[in-house]
């Protein structure tokens, strides 16, 4: 089953079980790709999908950030529950041990030895990593072990 077709079928569930709080997310994030299949005009691959849900995570992480400087708990209690709702539909996180080895294997199968070598480094690493890692934390480890 495709990300979207569950999503699909999440959404007729939380409607059938009035969880308005799931309900509400899956329909801003099955928008927010039907917006992104509009404007490319044509239909998103699994990885497009993923890389939408990721961005609406980020972007509730963000809303957070500015609710708790205004202190809005209530808003930002919200946007966490979104994003509880948002981490079910990413694949299973990496641990950093996992994170490390795949750094490491990287580096040497890219015969990286510089500061300049981080984008072949990064690169060959995103395809393995997406979704499952932080990108920007694993750029900060290549970039410690680089320099």
């Known amino acids: 089953m495709s990300l979207k077709e569950r999503l699909l079928a999440d959404m007729k569930v939380a409607m059938r079980e009035k969880d308005t709080v799931r309900l509400e997310t899956i329909r801003l994030l099955r928008a927010a790709i039907q917006r992104k299949e509009v404007d490319d005009q044509r239909d998103l691959s699994e990885d497009e999908v993923l890389q939408t ?34 981490e079910e539909y990413l694949p299973e996180k990496l641990s950093d041990d996992e994170v490390d080895k795949l750094v490491q294997e990287a580096i040497t199968q890219t015969g990286a030895s510089a500061m300049k070598d981080m984008g072949k480094v990064v690169g060959s690493l995103k395809s393995k990593l997406q979704g499952r890692a932080d990108m920007g934390a694993v750029s900060a480890k290549v970039k410690s072990l680089l320099s």
């Open 53 to 86: 849900v990721q961005k609406m995570v980020k972007q509730c992480t963000d809303s957070i950030d500015q609710f708790m400087k205004g202190d809005r708990d209530d808003l930002a209690e919200k946007e966490r529950e979104n994003i509880r709702v948002l």
